[in-house]
C-alpha cells in the first residue's frame, strides 16, 4: 500500500476528488461534501477541485429526498486523491466484499478516504481506520466504539488523520471540507468559502457560526472569535478581549498561535475583511459605508488591506459584479423575448 499523499497542503493544481454516493445517504450530508467545492471553484474562478460521482453497484445511487445521482461503479475508478465515502442507512446492507475491496483498492493507490455520516463506518469495516482517530454521528458513537475496538474513536466533530478523515454529520462535513480548503488555499479563501454557507437577517444580530469556520478552536479561541464577530465595526482592542474572558493578551497570543497558527490581531483583520466581501458582493452599500461597517476609519486604509486580502480592489469586484448581473439579466431579457408567454 502506498503512502498516501499529503492534501493537506498548499496547491495550486486541482484535487482530484471521487464522491462515493450509497443509496439513502442524506441529501444534506450529501451537498456538504459537495457544495464547499462547487464555492471554492466559483471563488477561485478556476477548477480548484474535480469530483466525480461513484456509486457501489451499476445502479444510480438514490438519496433520502428521492433524488438520483448519476453515477460511474467503483470497480472502474482507476484513483483519485481523495475519495469522499457519503453514506447514510442500511450500512449492513451496504458493506458489501466488493465495496469493502474496492475501499481498500483506492486507500492502496494512496489515496486520501474520507467519511461522512455513514462513512466512517464503512471505512472502518474495511479497516481503514484501525490506529486512526475517527468519529460518526454522535447517536452512533457509542456502537461505533464498541464494534472497532481497533479504531480511536473521538466525539470531536470530525477528525484528522494520515490519509484518512472522518466528520459526525453534515454540518461537521461542511467543516471538514472547508479545512481541506484552508489547508489548501488559505484562511482568507476559506473564509470566503464559508461566507457563502451563512444566512444575514435583516438584523445586526451576530451570525452563529464564523466567517473563517470554528473547528480548530478551543473554548477560549471561540469566546474571543464570537466578542470578534459582535464588534466588526468597532473593533475591540487586545487587552479588552482578554480581560472580558478574564485571561491575559499573552496567553489569547499563545492559544491563537497553537490552535489556529494565527496572531488574534490577524484573525480579527481575517473576519473584517472577509464580511467586507460579503458586503461588496452581496449588497449594494456604498463602499465607504462597507469600510465602516468592517471597522476601517478611512476609504485609503480599507482599500488597501482589501486588495491585500483578496487580490483585486473592492471597486473593481463591485464593477466586476455589477456587468455580471448586466450580462445575466440581458441573456434573459432576450430569451424572454424569444418565448411566447404561458397561459393558464
Not at 498548499?10 to 441529501?27: F, G, M
Not at 475517527?134 to 456502537?143: G, P, S
Not at 470566503?192 to 478551543?218: C, E, I, M
Amino acid at each position: 500500500m502506498k503512502s498516501a499523499k499529503n492534501i493537506l497542503q498548499p496547491e495550486h493544481r486541482p484535487l482530484k476528488c471521487a464522491v462515493l454516493v450509497l443509496d439513502e445517504c442524506n441529501t444534506l450530508s450529501f451537498a456538504a461534501a459537495v457544495d464547499p467545492m462547487r464555492a471554492a471553484n466559483r471563488l477561485a474562478g478556476r477548477c480548484a477541485f474535480d469530483w466525480d460521482y461513484i456509486s457501489a453497484t451499476d445502479e444510480a445511487p438514490m438519496l433520502t429526498s428521492g433524488l438520483t445521482v448519476p453515477t460511474t461503479p467503483l470497480s472502474r475508478l482507476e484513483g483519485c486523491d481523495l475519495l469522499i465515502v457519503v453514506a447514510g442507512f442500511q450500512l449492513a446492507r451496504h458493506a458489501t466484499p466488493s465495496l469493502l475491496a474496492g475501499l481498500r483498492r483506492i486507500a492502496g493507490t494512496g489515496a486520501t478516504i474520507a467519511g461522512i455520516d455513514g462513512g466512517p463506518w464503512l471505512m472502518a469495516e474495511a479497516g481503514l481506520l484501525n490506529d486512526h482517530p475517527a468519529t460518526t454521528h454522535w447517536e452512533d458513537l457509542e456502537n461505533f466504539s464498541a464494534r472497532f475496538p481497533d479504531v480511536d474513536c473521538r466525539s470531536d466533530r470530525f477528525t484528522v488523520s494520515d490519509g484518512r478523515l472522518t466528520s459526525g454529520g453534515a454540518t461537521p462535513a461542511i467543516e471538514m471540507m472547508l479545512h481541506i480548503i484552508s489547508a489548501r488555499h488559505g484562511a482568507g479563501f476559506a473564509a470566503r468559502v464559508a461566507g457563502l454557507f451563512l444566512y444575514d437577517g435583516p438584523t445586526s444580530t451576530p451570525r452563529p457560526q464564523s466567517r473563517l469556520g470554528g473547528h480548530k478552536h478551543n473554548a477560549l479561541t471561540a469566546k474571543a472569535n464570537a466578542l470578534m464577530e459582535a464588534a466588526l465595526d468597532d473593533p475591540m482592542p487586545l487587552s479588552q478581549i482578554a480581560e472580558t474572558l478574564g485571561t491575559s493578551p499573552r496567553s489569547l497570543q499563545q492559544q491563537f498561535r497553537l490552535r489556529l497558527n494565527t496572531t488574534p490581531q490577524d484573525h480579527y483583520l481575517q473576519l473584517r475583511l472577509a464580511e467586507a466581501r460579503r458586503l461588496v458582493t452581496d449588497t449594494d452599500l456604498p463602499l465607504m459605508d462597507v469600510a465602516m461597517a468592517t471597522g476601517f476609519t478611512s476609504q485609503s486604509s480599507f482599500a488597501r488591506a482589501f486588495r491585500l486580502a483578496h487580490g483585486t480592489s473592492a471597486r473593481d469586484l463591485r464593477m466586476a459584479r455589477n456587468d455580471a448581473q448586466s450580462a445575466s439579466y440581458t441573456a434573459h431579457g432576450s430569451d424572454a423575448e424569444n418565448h411566447r408567454p404561458i397561459t393558464h
